[in-house]
Every structure is written in structure tokens, then in C-alpha cells.
């Protein structure tokens, strides 16, 4: 089952794919796009209200970088 939440004021799709999935990458974006097709219509700034269909991804682990330092 699919996920819709509604937008607040000031959200665009990367902001809302952060708040809600923690991603905000390429393939996620792709993938609510798809879901939503008439979101483009409103714009970079979506108004508050709008109801959006996430789409279901897997989380992406986070890996830890080594740090870089002056001896490397």
C-alpha cells in the first residue's frame, strides 16, 4: 500500500521526499514523479494541501567516509 501525505507551505519535491523518506536522490524523485503526474503543474513551490503519493523505496544506508587528513 502506498503512502500519500499532504504538502505544506514551501514545499518542493526534494524537500518533501527528504522530510518523509530521508532521500532525495535521482531514482526517488523519478519514481514520485511517475506517481504524481499532475505535481509538475504547481510549480517548484508546491502550496499546502496538495496530497502526494510516495513512492516505495528502500532505504539507503549511509556510508561512512574516511576521513581525509594532512598525513594521507
Request: a neutral charge; glycine letters at 6%.
Amino acid at each position: 500500500m502506498q503512502r500519500v501525505v499532504k504538502t505544506i507551505a514551501g514545499d518542493s519535491v526534494n524537500r518533501l521526499l527528504w522530510r518523509e523518506l530521508r532521500r532525495d536522490d535521482d531514482s526517488a524523485e523519478e519514481a514520485l514523479w511517475s506517481l504524481n503526474p499532475g505535481l509538475a503543474a504547481y510549480g517548484p513551490l508546491l502550496p499546502a494541501g496538495i496530497r502526494v503519493v510516495l513512492p516505495d523505496l528502500e532505504q539507503r544506508r549511509h556510508q561512512a567516509q574516511r576521513a581525509v587528513t594532512a598525513w594521507d
